[in-house]
């Protein structure tokens, strides 16, 4: 069994209130949430950490140390998505890093049983991209409960708040249980840099003068409407090595 679960409310409800549709906050939501799904996993004996129970200025790196720092055995993050514009889309989605270990499993689970709720079952997906995903030390799912722009999805949110709260809560304790079970149980894994890097320090030679010089190719890694995440992801990757700029678009 998971001792220690990191229940993280996306964003943070101050300079990064997530996606908003009249009035309606992601971060809000998600903080309601997973405070609900923290206090089922908390009567059944799982300790549980929260990066936050308000709101408050903090990074998607804080969050992924905070678990870190926690020697945690499993990260959940929870979120509502959005379209382009408004009813465009409608369902559940959880992200996960990579198809190893509990992840999987855990994911399809928790989709299953809101599924059951009347949510649209989308997918399971990887996004290696996400710092809460990619930074953290431990198995960590990024939770979509429906968007946040869908009539449909909010009436469901709203009306059956505490059975979704219950439904991914019993989601992940019968995952565990079912690894506890399993003897090749890999519950945790080994931080991994970023997918899309290369070894860093790799130049190549100048070209003699009197040829065309090679093109130039860049590679962006990242996009924020957080200067602070950009600014920490900046500083990461030059610790590995890599030049690197922030710019405004």
Do not use: C
């Amino acid at each position: 069994m998971a001792d220690k679960i990191v229940i993280d409310a996306g964003h943070n409800g101050l300079s990064d209130p997530g996606a908003v549709y009249n009035g309606r906050r992601e971060s809000d939501d998600a903080l309601r949430l997973a405070m609900a799904v923290g206090e089922i996993l908390s009567r059944n004996g799982y300790e549980i950490v929260y990066t936050r129970t308000g709101n408050l200025n903090q990074s998607v790196t804080q969050k992924a140390k905070l678990a870190n720092d926690a020697d945690a055995d499993l990260f959940i993050s929870i979120h509502r998505n959005m379209g382009t514009y408004p009813e465009q889309y409608n369902g559940v989605q959880t992200l996960i890093y990579d198809r190893e270990g509990i992840k999987q499993p855990m994911a399809e689970a928790i989709n299953r049983n809101l599924e059951g709720l009347g949510f649209r079952n989308i997918n399971v997906d990887l996004r290696p991209d996400l710092a809460v995903l990619r930074r953290t030390e431990m198995p960590a799912l990024l939770l979509e409960v429906g968007f946040i722009d869908s009539e449909g999805d909010n009436k469901l949110f709203d009306n059956r708040f505490e059975e979704i709260a219950q439904a991914i809560a019993d989601a992940i304790m019968d995952t565990l249980d079912a690894a506890d079970d399993d003897d090749a149980n890999p519950l945790r894994y080994t931080y991994r840099p970023p997918y899309f890097l290369e070894t860093p320090n790799q130049t190549a030679s100048s070209p003699p003068s009197n040829e065309t010089p090679a093109p130039l190719y860049r590679v962006q890694v990242g996009a924020f409407h957080n200067l602070q995440n950009a600014i920490e992801l900046e500083q990461e990757l030059k610790l590995l090595g890599y030049n690197t700029w922030i710019v405004t678009v």
